[in-house]
């Protein structure tokens, strides 16, 4: 059974730093590709990071470019978010999510079976 748990959220005010963490089990973290979501109140779920097994190929938002990391730990099955210079329309859920069709042809699947709980992240100005 796969099961991903964020954590690594919090309260931060504008120009700070928080690093999300997604451990995953159950799961075999080499084969997939892998994501950050996240959903503000009010508003739809925007896909904020992805990053493609190995960690070499890596995508990210407009809106979060040059200031959010994506990474894993392979070793670990872990994933990671790094957040840098947040600012209050960073406000939201954050969450994890992951395949379940293995990456292959150069192309996530983009299934987004599993999900994590979440992890808030408010951003004060």
């Known amino acids: 059974q796969v099961q991903l748990v964020e954590s690594g959220g919090g309260s931060v005010q504008a120009g700070g730093s928080l690093r999300l963490s997604c451990a995953a089990s159950?799961?075999?973290?080499?084969?997939?590709?892998m994501y950050w979501f996240r959903q503000a109140p009010g508003k739809e779920r925007e896909r904020v990071a992805a990053i493609y097994p190995g960690g070499g190929r890596t995508y990210y938002a407009d809106s979060v470019k040059g200031r959010f990391t994506i990474s894993q730990d392979n070793a670990k099955n872990t994933l990671y978010l790094q957040m840098n210079n947040l600012q209050p329309e960073d406000t939201a859920m954050y969450y994890c999510a992951a395949d379940s069709l293995p990456y292959g042809g150069g192309v996530c699947q983009k299934d987004y079976k599993y999900w994590g709980q979440g992890t808030q992240v408010t951003v004060s100005s």
């Open positions: 159950g799961y075999t973290f080499s084969r997939y590709c």
